[in-house]
């Protein structure tokens, strides 16, 4: 049984609508739908909340599957954020080209908004268990971040001495 069948049925059992649910655990009615029907998890503190109100363990709330099931929306959500931030890249090398080819400095600005898109796309494409799983290849991780902070700055540099 998943977290949002558990979570459904002891409502249910209880006698509570999820907009009362809501209320005593201090969340919205959207969230309690969400959890229902497996398509978020709560927080840790919320978790705590129905645990104390149907007086259970948070053991019995969350089961192996439902840590599954939060890997793959994880993995939903990464993947997402991986295609966004290739089209960013793709606007930054293009406006990078653009502002060279045509020898318009004004070009870098689209350029630079590109960048700025792909690093934060980059940072958000990561799973949070794999960003903990990654601190065990701490010195391959480093190596990476030092490569694509040289790659960048190097653009910026770039940038700056085509718009002199």
Not at 95 to 122: D, E, H, K, T, W
Request: with cysteine; hydrophobic share 45%; aromatic share 10%.
């Amino acid at each position: 049984m998943t977290f949002g069948e558990k979570l459904k049925k002891l409502r249910n059992e209880s006698g509570m609508t999820q907009d009362q649910l809501a209320e005593k655990i201090f969340v919205t009615r959207t969230a309690i739908s969400k959890w229902e029907t497996n398509n978020g998890y709560p927080s840790i503190d919320s978790l705590k909340e129905i645990s104390n109100l149907f007086g259970i363990s948070i053991d019995e709330l969350i089961s192996d599957a439902d840590v599954e099931n939060k890997k793959i929306l994880d993995k939903k959500a990464a993947r997402k954020f991986y295609y966004i931030a290739l089209v960013f890249l793709g606007i930054t090398i293009l406006f990078a080209l653009l502002a060279v080819g045509l020898r318009q400095p004004l070009y870098n600005i689209g350029s630079i908004c590109g960048m700025v898109g792909y690093i934060v796309s980059a940072i958000l494409q990561r799973p949070k268990y794999k960003i903990i799983k990654n601190r065990e290849h701490i010195v391959s991780y480093v190596i990476q971040r030092v490569i694509l902070f040289a790659i960048i700055i190097g653009i910026i540099v770039t940038m700056i001495l085509s718009m002199i």
